[in-house]
């Protein structure tokens, strides 16, 4: 199934794969399957970046699904369907 992918203000990632959008095909149909392939085909920098020491999804990073609805931290098996698109972003603080 084929996944758009984007990554905005989220650098760790973006930098490793090359391009801030791109399409992925997933073997599965979840946001997890998603954040799983691209582990496999970039590695452990873009592991270190979705999840924190202890194995955690980092609570700084939001998903959006088609650039409509937001899918919290704690549902990553929530379905997608083909040619959904998911974005990354990473909450910034400041002051």
Not at 54 to 69: R, S, Y
Not at 70 to 90: N, R, V, Y
């Amino acid at each position: 199934m084929k996944i758009n992918v984007e990554f905005l203000g989220f650098p760790m990632v973006s930098d490793v794969i090359g391009k801030k959008k791109l399409q992925v095909d997933i073997p599965g149909h979840t946001v997890r399957d998603v954040i799983d392939e691209l582990i496999r085909l970039y590695g452990k920098k873009v592991k270190d970046a979705f999840y924190d020491e202890k194995g955690n999804f980092d609570v700084m990073i939001q998903v959006a699904l088609n650039e409509k609805t937001f899918i919290p931290a704690d549902k990553p098996h929530t379905a997608l369907s083909e040619g959904d698109t998911l974005t990354f972003m990473l909450l910034l603080a400041g002051g």
